[in-house]
Nanobody, 127 residues
Framework: EVQFVESGGGLVQAGGSLRLSCTAP????????IAWFRQAPGKEREGVSC????????FYADSVKGRFTMSRDNAKYAAYLQMNTLKPEDTATYYC????????????????????WGKGTLVTVSP
């Protein structure tokens, strides 16, 4: 059974940075677009970013553009989300997910049913 595990969450002050990691040892990372979602208390889950398996192209929600950077390392079965200039409104549980995209993916995969999900890591940004 494939397990996606997120790590790197925590408490940070506004303006600070965190780097989230998503790992799935043994998973065929190279066949999947990897995505980050987040869900704040009392709010719906929203897409944050995704990275294509074909060319490494990255896509971001408007709310995080210019502040967050996503990357992946297929050899390490890992994806990352570097979050800079964090704001209190970034407070949420962040989830890693994957969707099968043999020819590569883009932001549209965020609308699909993701094939795999992690259990999330909590990010709290204090004012």
């Amino acid at each position: 059974e494939v397990q996606f595990v997120e790590s790197g969450g925590g408490l940070v002050q506004a303006g600070g940075s965190l780097r989230l990691s998503c790992t799935a040892p043994g998973f065929t990372f190279e066949d999947y677009t990897i995505a980050w979602f987040r869900q704040a208390p009392g709010k719906e889950r929203e897409g944050v970013s995704c990275i294509s398996n074909r060319d490494g192209a990255t896509f971001y929600a408007d709310s995080v553009k210019g502040r967050f950077t996503m990357s992946r390392d297929n050899a390490k079965y890992a994806a990352y989300l570097q979050m800079n200039t964090l704001k209190p409104e970034d407070t949420a549980t962040y989830y890693c997910a994957a969707h099968y995209t043999p020819y590569g993916g883009d932001w549209s995969v965020m609308e699909y049913g993701m094939s795999y999900w992690g259990k999330g890591t909590l990010v709290t940004v204090s004012p």
